[in-house]
């Protein structure tokens, strides 16, 4: 569907965008079948969030054997209506999929490739929900803010780095596989973005205890100003040689700061502490 045909249905159906809901549509069909050949999708299930106006989706279901569209924004209903026409293997389900219990909506499920625009403003906490919560989504391509999409995939000791990189990183392998202009959205939005991959992998970081590893990596990144001996003393509320046996134990140097340890030296120091 050409930019000047969407312009079209959503005037025709008294469409008004929400700045609220983040809402920038893609239109250029070259970009939405190469944002779909980047997930890998050849059959089965993909969920996406934030259907907005349905091009991607169209796009999605003609490689999916099913798709589901979730849509905050119930006033899209009768453009959905025009631009998913004849996709019979889609189904739009009008709700904030933010409030959506995972167990519950995956518990008929087989297992799923997330495709999305994602909104800005519900990026990272929609990324961490299937991180932290999904037992049966098997990989997110997702569109984002440029600058998240390097921060999703920075590495240890580059300013990008931080709690999001090594949180993700526990259960997900992460890469930048597209950058898109800006101008290729209506309307356009301020920043450019960037179509990420991330592939999930129970065990992608070997920690003995999960919860361990995610308290280590907040207290890591709570002040980046501290060393991390110091984060560790204020956020496990212990003395400075406990916190330093921890570190020593780990094989790390006591006068680090968080970002420059790698997940896997991040789940070390984990494993030191869990066993107590």
Same mark, same amino acid.
């Given at each position: 569907?050409?930019? =000047?045909?969407?312009?079209?249905?959503l005037?025709?159906? @008294?469409?008004?965008?929400?700045?609220?809901?983040?809402?920038?549509?893609?239109t250029?069909?070259?970009?939405?079948?190469? $944002?779909?050949?980047?997930? &890998? =999708?050849?059959? &089965?299930?993909?969920?996406? =969030?934030?259907?907005?106006?349905?091009?991607?989706?169209?796009? $999605? !279901?003609?490689?999916?054997?099913k798709?589901?569209?979730f849509? =905050?924004?119930?006033d899209?209903?009768?453009?959905?209506?025009?631009?998913?026409? &004849? !996709?019979?293997?889609?189904?739009?389900?009008?709700?904030?999929?933010?409030?959506?219990?995972?167990?519950?909506?995956?518990?008929?499920?087989?297992? /799923?490739?997330? #495709? !999305?625009?994602?909104?800005? /403003?519900?990026?990272?906490?929609?990324?961490?929900?299937?991180?932290?919560?999904s037992?049966?989504?098997?990989?997110?391509?997702?569109?984002?803010?440029?600058?998240?999409?390097?921060?999703?995939?920075?590495?240890?000791?580059?300013?990008?780095?931080?709690?999001?990189?090594?949180? $993700?990183?526990?259960? @997900?392998?992460?890469?930048?596989?597209?950058?898109?202009?800006r101008?290729? %959205?209506?309307?356009?939005?301020?920043v450019?973005?960037?179509?990420?991959?991330?592939?999930? %992998?129970? &065990?992608?970081?070997? +920690?003995q205890d999960?919860?361990?590893?995610?308290? #280590?990596?907040?207290?890591a990144?709570?002040?980046?100003?501290?060393?991390?001996?110091?984060?560790?003393?204020?956020?496990?509320?212990?003395?400075?040689?406990? !916190?330093?046996?921890?570190l020593?134990?780990?094989?790390?140097?006591?006068?680090?700061?968080?970002?420059?340890?790698?997940?896997?030296?991040?789940?070390?120091?984990?494993? +030191?502490?869990?066993?107590g």
């Amino acid at each position: 569907m050409q930019e =000047i045909k969407l312009s079209e249905t959503l005037a025709a159906n @008294g469409f008004n965008f929400k700045k609220q809901f983040g809402q920038n549509f893609i239109t250029d069909g070259n970009l939405l079948d190469g $944002i779909v050949d980047d997930s &890998g =999708i050849c059959g &089965g299930l993909a969920v996406e =969030i934030g259907c907005g106006a349905g091009t991607l989706t169209r796009a $999605i !279901a003609k490689k999916a054997d099913k798709v589901l569209a979730f849509e =905050i924004d119930k006033d899209l209903q009768p453009v959905l209506a025009v631009t998913l026409a &004849g !996709a019979e293997n889609c189904e739009v389900i009008f709700r904030d999929f933010m409030k959506v219990n995972m167990a519950e909506f995956e518990k008929k499920l087989p297992p /799923y490739t997330v #495709v !999305a625009n994602l909104p800005y /403003y519900i990026t990272t906490p929609l990324v961490m929900k299937f991180i932290e919560q999904s037992q049966k989504c098997v990989s997110l391509t997702v569109m984002v803010q440029e600058e998240v999409a390097e921060r999703f995939c920075s590495h240890a000791g580059t300013p990008e780095y931080g709690a999001i990189t090594a949180s $993700i990183a526990l259960r @997900g392998r992460c890469r930048i596989v597209r950058r898109v202009p800006r101008t290729m %959205f209506y309307p356009r939005p301020n920043v450019d973005s960037a179509v990420v991959r991330i592939d999930i %992998f129970e &065990g992608n970081v070997k +920690v003995q205890d999960a919860d361990t590893y995610k308290k #280590v990596v907040r207290a890591a990144f709570s002040s980046r100003r501290k060393t991390l001996e110091n984060n560790l003393m204020q956020y496990f509320k212990v003395k400075r040689d406990k !916190a330093r046996e921890w570190l020593t134990s780990a094989g790390i140097d006591y006068m680090i700061r968080g970002e420059e340890l790698s997940p896997e030296r991040f789940a070390a120091l984990a494993d +030191v502490i869990y066993k107590g």
